[in-house]
């Protein structure tokens, strides 16, 4: 079975009408505890109850958005948190460190279940769970992506990427058999994780290194954030360009993520700015900064699609509430 198989054809619409109502985004919190240095990657939980927030002081703290700051998990001899993945149960918390360690958390006791230890990786920059949650991959450093089996702790092996010095990121397909790695070398390739082989490969024209990537519902879609200022969205089956976002007075786009429905495109961008597109029309839709921010770093929508979780390099996430414009 290939990719045009394992995930759902289609393309949305980018020649109609948006599907957007105007957009009057609203600064609802700011997160942080005394001593947070950056927050490099934020996610919410299956039901949105809580998020999780990868700092570069060697945390991961697990934020409950009805009653504050709910856990604190310290990662040992960390060189700061880069990633974090809930599992698809809910039950583990995965989280990359540049210590070139992947920590796993069980939420339900609180403890560390497992350590994952990758020797001379230059860091480990984020994870994603795989395969229904049987394996866990971790964008490594050293141009591999390595890979563990959840239940075993036992190593599954690697994706070596041609040519590529880093990983920056990596992100599951639906069902979580095909694999997305974001390169420095300005490629996303695409890895089949029960055969372990490649299984497509993109780059975007005048890249400056791919800094994060996400999947569209359905898994029909790609996003891939890059250095170069751009947001270019992939056709996964066909391998198309299908579109390419440019951000204003960019200093580079570090991450990006899809609304529940691929109605909204949000991207982080190093100028301190977050853009929400119109996948639809291709139409920015709105763009609007983090208080006091050093650089946004990641993003990530809540179930629902009402609030945007932005990761910020002052030491911040910040939650916009996404509410339409009155009329």
């Not at 949305?12 to 947070?36: E, K, Q």
């Not at 240095?37 to 060697?58: E, Q």
């Not at 898994?219 to 360009?241: E, F, K, T």
Request: net charge negative.
């Amino acid at each position: 079975m290939g990719v045009a198989d394992e995930l759902q054809q289609g393309d949305p619409d980018r020649t109609g009408p948006s599907r957007l109502l105007p957009l009057r985004p609203a600064l609802a919190a700011m997160l942080a505890v005394p001593g947070c240095r950056a927050v490099y990657a934020v996610t919410f939980g299956l039901d949105g109850d809580v998020l999780a927030a990868a700092d570069g002081n060697g945390f991961t703290y697990l934020w409950d958005m009805a009653g504050g700051l709910a856990a604190t998990f310290a990662h040992p001899g960390s060189k700061g948190v880069i990633g974090v993945a809930f599992d698809p149960d809910n039950e583990l918390l995965a989280a990359a460190d540049a210590n070139g360690r992947a920590y796993l958390w069980d939420l339900i006791s609180g403890d560390l279940a497992r350590t994952f230890v990758v020797r001379r990786s230059g860091g480990l920059n984020g994870v994603t769970f795989g395969l229904g949650g049987d394996l866990l991959a971790a964008a490594g450093g050293d141009g591999r992506v390595h890979l563990w089996e959840v239940v075993s702790g036992q190593p599954a092996g690697s994706f070596v990427i041609p040519g590529s010095p880093t990983v920056y990121a990596v992100s599951s397909g639906p069902g979580g058999r095909i694999l997305a790695a974001a390169c420095g070398n300005g490629w996303v390739y695409l890895w089949d994780m029960s055969t372990h082989q490649l299984a497509g490969a993109f780059a975007g024209p005048g890249s400056q290194g791919v800094n994060g990537v996400a999947f569209g519902p359905g898994g029909a879609m790609l996003a891939a954030a890059d250095g170069n200022g751009q947001v270019y969205l992939w056709d996964v089956a066909s391998g198309r360009l299908a579109g390419a976002f440019p951000h204003p007075s960019s200093r580079g786009v570090n991450g990006v993520a899809f609304a529940s429905n691929g109605a909204m495109l949000a991207a982080a961008d190093g100028n301190g700015q977050v853009c929400l597109w119109d996948t639809a029309s291709g139409q920015l839709a709105v763009t609007f900064a983090n208080p006091g921010s050093h650089g946004v770093n990641a993003v990530a929508f809540a179930p629902g699609d009402d609030l945007l979780a932005a990761a910020d390099g002052n030491g911040c996430t910040c939650l916009w509430q996404l509410s339409p414009s009155a009329p």
